[in-house]
């Protein structure tokens, strides 16, 4: 018996550009795209903020919840400057779930104005609809 896979696309510019999905979902297993919030300012807590909304709302396409979640990476362009800030938001979203979860500083990102970037993935319990 094969898992089924679910592709779902955000319509931004990059998925058809470079040939991947928002999200996929393959049996219980849920992998969120690596995901941005420019347009959320040059506050980092702010493009955090806005990045975990857009990850919730990929998740919920696919029938899982931010409590799916069981590990995030966190790719910061200035960890220095922008841990505590990106850190907070974090955990105002999953201190209570506690996902194993990665910070870490990248050279650069695709754009110029994005300071932080945050992957998910979730398992979905057994009888969740997909």
């Known amino acids: ?10 319509g931004g510019e990059w998925e058809k550009r470079f040939g991947y ?3 996929v979902r393959v049996g ?3 992998y969120v795209a690596g995901t941005t919030a420019p347009e959320a300012g040059d506050d980092a807590g702010a493009q955090t903020e806005k990045t975990l909304a ?7 396409k696919v029938g899982a919840t931010l409590a799916d979640v069981v590990r995030t990476r966190m790719y910061v362009v200035n960890i ?3 841990a505590e800030a990106v850190g907070r938001a974090h955990g105002a979203v999953f201190g209570a779930i506690r996902p194993a979860s990665t910070m870490v ?3 650069a990102l695709i754009a110029p104005e994005m300071r932080v970037e945050i992957e998910a993935e979730a398992i979905v319990a057994e009888g969740t609809r997909s």
Do not use: C, Y
């Open 28 to 30: 219980p297993f849920v």
């Open 21 to 23: 999905s928002r999200v």
């Open 105 to 107: 500083e990248v050279r």
């Open 1 to 10: 018996m094969t898992a089924s896979r679910q592709n779902f696309a955000s």
């Open 80 to 82: 220095g400057r922008d």
């Open 54 to 60: 857009k990850i919730e709302a990929a998740l919920a």
